[in-house]
């Protein structure tokens, strides 16, 4: 994990110590955890981005509910298409973080869309030899109208300030094929719940290790790039994210990234990492 603290960004990592999870910083700093579900942390400690990738890339059409979502919205067979062929969709998200945030920071909707959603994700980080080296939490937030007017909008509908976030921990699993459970709330301004749900990366149509190879062929990927793995939930069509709902994707393994939805607009003057 990366956080600020009173003397600076530090890297840490969480230690179990009777009982209690704890944060334990690079320069000796050790903060119990508010929550050890969560990973939240207490004042003046903030989570920030768990590494600040180079470039973001995303895969799609990786989930039997995001194939039937896509070409239910677009009334294009290219959505089935895709999700039978051995290449599979990627596109490339963000570079240099421009338009990613860390966990508790604003992510965005596009002023010009009118049916937009999160798509928790988990991200697989790359290493020196684009080997993965982790896994992290990751929201492909998108524009459904966009993407469904015309599959070639769907750089637009993908990426735009805010449209990303990240953490809020890398993890290192000891058996890298154990399945990961997503789950994904989103929440009303006043704290109730509008739309919840889990799915399993054990329904993947693809392996994370498959789409990494697709990713790097032929392709300068720098390493500590982040690749996000497609989403398997999607929110029921007359649900759209708004400014003022919150976003919080938990996974077990890795923690809960959570983060209030702004207008994109709002983050163009601010440096938002
Ligand atoms: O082409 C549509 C994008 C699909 C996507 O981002 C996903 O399945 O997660
Ligand atoms: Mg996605």
New binding site residues.
């Given amino acids: 994990m990366r956080f600020r603290s009173p003397s600076g960004v530090q890297i840490g990592s969480v230690v179990e110590e009777g009982g209690r999870t704890f944060l334990s910083g690079t320069d000796g700093v050790r903060v119990e955890f508010v929550d050890s579900q969560t990973l939240a942390l207490p004042d003046p400690y903030e989570l920030l981005l768990p590494v600040e990738p180079p470039e973001v890339w995303?895969?799609?059409?990786?989930?039997e509910r995001?194939r039937d979502a896509?070409v239910e919205e677009s009334g294009s067979d290219v959505?089935a298409r895709?999700y039978e062929a051995d290449r599979p969709?990627l596109?490339l998200k963000d570079a240099q973080c421009r338009r990613t945030v860390g966990p508790g920071r604003p992510i965005a909707v596009r002023s010009d869309a009118a049916w937009n959603v999160p798509?928790p994700?988990i991200g697989v980080v790359l290493g020196e030899g684009l080997e993965i080296v982790g896994y992290t939490i990751g929201n492909?937030v998108?524009s459904r109208d966009i993407?469904g007017a015309n599959?070639l909008y769907?750089p637009q509908?993908?990426v735009f300030a805010g449209a990303c976030a990240l953490g809020p921990a890398v993890y290192v699993p000891d058996d890298w094929d154990a399945p990961l459970e997503l789950e994904l709330r989103i929440e009303d301004v006043d704290g109730s719940e509008l739309f919840s749900g889990s799915v399993s990366t054990a329904s993947m149509k693809r392996g994370f290790a498959d789409l990494v190879s697709w990713l790097v062929r032929d392709n300068p990927v720098p390493p500590g790039s982040v690749l996000?793995t497609?989403?398997g939930l999607v929110p029921p069509d007359a649900f759209t994210l708004l400014p003022g709902h919150v976003v919080e994707i938990h996974v077990a393994e890795i923690g809960t990234l959570r983060n209030p939805v702004v207008h994109a607009s709002d983050l163009l003057e601010r440096s938002s990492r």
């Fill in positions: 995303c895969s799609g059409v990786t989930y995001s896509r959505y895709v969709e596109f798509e994700e492909d998108s993407e599959p769907l509908a993908k996000l497609g989403t």
